[in-house]
């Protein structure tokens, strides 16, 4: 075969239990769930971040925060940090992203042929909303009608608002439309130009404003919707973390209701319904590029990826949206789909844990290009080609004060004892079996009988957190130990020491070094 297409798409903010072939009993994703049956789904990929931007540097460069550094919106760009469009940019691909890419300042769009921030929130990338998305609206004479991240009808009030209603937008004046139809633009355009294409998709939705257009609203009926088993219960007799229960209080008592009935009920019906119709608005354009890519027989030779950045509560737990995002599976799992006819088996499914950083080092060896060294993820494509994995790979979600670890069936949240003194000064923590209690409705931190998997999974992070962190200097590291950096486009020598493009040093190099003096 050729040197295959890539095709990344995101998803902002797609709970991984919102789906069709998920049994979730109102959502409709036709062509989301026929690519999982043509693909291959994973049921417990883990995202590194709970918020945005933190969440896209680890999976567009394969690194964990903790050596990245992001861990809130947007900021200064990286300087040196290698992201998988430059990666593949030298090896002779076209790449294009668009969407939102909310990313630092120009750390992606130095390395595309295309870039389009189409998000119209300014604080999202350097440059904002895309030019030429503002000007298709302009022509359409609909700009004011655009209505993601604001509900204009209400001013201040409507900016991220999760409420719920219809957009007036068609479908194709809608970002997910105009991203789709610029798509495959963008791949015509690399055809022209005989090249193989990394092109990366983000669409916006479902993170709020849930307006989807009204085609997809009108596929539900907010008097007929399932809410999720652990909408209501008492968390605090759940020993839920400190600020989770106060999140949820204020959805309950506070006035965010926009529309009537401005009731806590009412509101969250609204929610569902408007967060349900924008993933199936998603799920359209998903498929709409599926049909391209099979229309025009690309499809042979292309790799798609589906995934999101994070989850949303999506009213689990009677939170809205998705802070506090440490706390819960509903915001640390999110779907990911690998689809590729002829190079992937049909109807695989894949229940190893596996993290968004693998993507990466994944689409490298799919691609037969070099792994990019300055990648934390794993190769995952023997997991896509039928491989068992050991059942030992853990997967964290990470805030600066806060880490989540999943493994097997259990999901523990580290909290430093400094985090919630008052409420706990001997300290506080959570711990879910995930196969008794899918919908995390008891903590088990506190309980005699799991207090041996609380200190395992507590080693496993504090094993993860050292050997994973990439340092800039460690004495004993040097060109003596490993191939000539001037043979090796990934690493450079500054005094004694063998780098990275980032300036850190690979992990692996510190495992085999010979003076472990300074380790």
């Known amino acids: 075969m050729t040197q295959p297409n890539i095709l990344f798409i995101v998803a902002d903010q797609h709970n991984a239990k919102v789906l069709g072939h ?10 989301l769930d026929r690519m999982a049956r043509e693909g291959c789904r994973f049921n417990n990929a883990i995202t590194q971040n709970p918020i945005c931007t933190p969440s896209r540097v680890s999976f567009l460069s394969g690194q964990y925060p903790h050596n990245h550094g992001y861990y809130s919106l947007s900021g200064a760009n990286p300087g040196g940090l290698p992201n998988i469009f430059g990666h593949f940019r030298a090896a002779g691909y076209f790449t294009a992203a668009m969407g939102k890419i909310h990313c630092p300042a120009y750390w992606v769009e130095d390395q595309c042929d295309i870039f389009h921030e189409s998000n119209s929130w300014r604080a999202g990338s350097a440059v ?63 055809a022209k130009r005989e090249q193989p294409f990394l092109l990366h998709v983000s669409f916006p939705r479902p993170h709020q404003c849930t307006t989807p257009c009204q085609e997809f609203w009108d596929l539900y009926d907010s008097t007929e919707l399932s ?111 690998f689809w590729a006819p002829g190079r992937i088996e049909a109807g695989s499914l894949v229940d190893d844990i596996v993290e968004l950083v693998d993507i990466a080092s994944t689409l490298c060896s799919l691609a037969q290009i070099d792994l990019m060294e ?9 997991l896509l080609a039928g491989d068992t994995g050991n059942g030992d790979r853990i997967g964290v979600t990470e805030f600066t004060w806060s880490k989540s670890i999943r493994k097997g069936r259990y999901r523990l949240v580290h909290y430093p004892r400094a985090l919630f003194p008052d409420e706990y000064p001997a300290g506080f923590g959570e711990l879910y079996d995930l196969a008794a209690d899918p919908w995390e409705m008891r903590n088990r ?68 070094a010979k003076n472990k003096n300074y380790l």
């Open 22 to 31: 998920k049994s979730h009993p109102n959502a409709r994703t036709p062509q």
């Open 128 to 190: 904002g909303r895309s030019a030429a998305y503002t000007r298709f609206l302009q022509d359409r004479g609909v700009e004011e009608l655009e209505d993601h991240i604001l509900l204009p009808e209400f001013g201040a009030r409507g900016r991220q608002s999760v409420e719920g209603r219809p957009s007036s937008l068609a479908f194709d004046e809608s970002q997910e439309g105009w991203l789709a139809n610029t798509a495959i633009d963008a791949i015509k355009r690399a």
């Open 227 to 337: 809410l999720p088993p652990n909408a209501d219960y008492d968390l605090a007799a759940a020993k839920k973390a400190p600020h989770m229960i106060a999140s949820a209080r204020r959805w309950r008592e506070s006035e965010w209701q926009l529309f009537e009935p401005k009731t806590f009920e009412g509101g969250r019906l609204r929610k569902l319904h408007g967060y349900l119709g924008a993933v199936s608005q998603v799920d359209a354009a998903v498929g709409r590029l599926l049909d391209y890519l099979r229309e025009t027989r690309k499809a042979e030779n292309t790799i798609v990826v589906y995934t999101s950045d994070h989850g949303d509560y999506a009213t689990e737990h009677g939170i809205m949206e998705k802070a506090p995002g440490i706390c819960s599976d509903a915001i640390t799992r999110v779907p990911l789909i």
């Open 374 to 382: 300055t990648s934390d993820g794993r190769d995952i494509s023997g």
């Open 445 to 512: 931190y506190f309980d005699a009988d799991y207090q041996h998997i609380v200190e395992a999974l507590r080693s496993d992070l504090l094993e993860w957190l050292i050997t994973s962190t990439r340092p800039r200097t460690v004495s004993g590291v040097n060109s003596a130990r490993f191939d000539a950096p001037e043979l090796n486009p990934q690493r450079v020598q500054r005094y004694q020491t063998v780098v990275n493009l980032d300036g850190k040093i690979n992990p692996a190099l510190l495992r085999s």
